[in-house]
């Protein structure tokens, strides 16, 4: 309990309101010895003091750390879901083939090790394989499915392979840039190294 209550009022004194109202306070102070305040000094610097508490900004409440590292963990296992979904359907051999591709590269920037490390700090390439393992890829797979059930009923019109191969061209484009973007990150990394180097051995 004493504890407790001594890491209250430590806190206290290092709080802004604290600060704030000290400054005040001392600017009373400044006021008593000007002989401006006058017999009634102690509420002057009562009442700046508390001015100053008053007026002094909220503290701010740090956010909550967030390891990257676990989003790809959850990401993984919703990969891990995605390739037994995809491993159920039927497809074509082009468009099974490009899936293949795509899936492919996926897991090679999802694998753990130092390329998912560099995939980690950044929030941007997360985002952009987050939404194509747990949206662009299921549901141009079961956009494939419904429409090849109806063009089975109606046929005519471009085939539904055809619209899944494209689909699936575009993401494996987008995954391709996402990849070409870490690895510049990593060549400016190593770039900056070897300048470091070559400056030491200046110096």
């Not at 409440?61 to 990401?75: C, H, I, K, N, S």
């Not at 990969?79 to 039927?90: D, I, K, M, S, T």
């Not at 795509?102 to 920037?109: F, K, Q």
């Not at 797979?141 to 689909?167: C, F, I, K």
Request: proline share 7%.
């Amino acid at each position: 309990m004493a504890t407790s209550r001594a890491t209250g009022v430590l806190t206290y004194l290092e709080s802004r309101k604290n600060l704030a109202g000290s400054a005040c306070g001392v600017a009373g102070l400044a006021l008593t010895l000007a002989g401006v305040a006058g017999a009634y000094w102690p509420l002057v610097v009562a009442g700046l003091y508390g001015a100053g508490a008053l007026i002094a900004p909220p503290e701010r409440t740090a956010p909550p750390p967030f390891d990257p590292r676990e989003e790809l963990g959850v990401l993984r296992e919703d990969f891990g879901r995605l390739r037994g979904y995809v491993a159920g359907v039927e497809l074509p051999s082009g468009p099974g083939e490009a899936l293949a591709e795509l899936l492919e590269l996926y897991g090679a920037l999802l694998e753990p090790g130092w390329v998912a490390d560099v995939l980690a700090a950044d929030p941007e390439a997360v985002h952009t394989v987050s939404r194509a393992v747990r949206q662009d890829v299921p549901e141009s797979v079961d956009a494939y499915n419904r429409t090849r059930w109806w063009s089975r009923m109606a046929p005519g019109g471009e085939s539904p392979e055809r619209h899944l191969e494209r689909q699936l061209g575009l993401l494996r484009e987008e995954a391709q840039r996402v990849t070409a973007g870490l690895h510049e990150v990593e060549a400016r990394r190593q770039q900056t190294h070897t300048t470091y180097l070559e400056e030491r051995g200046r110096s």
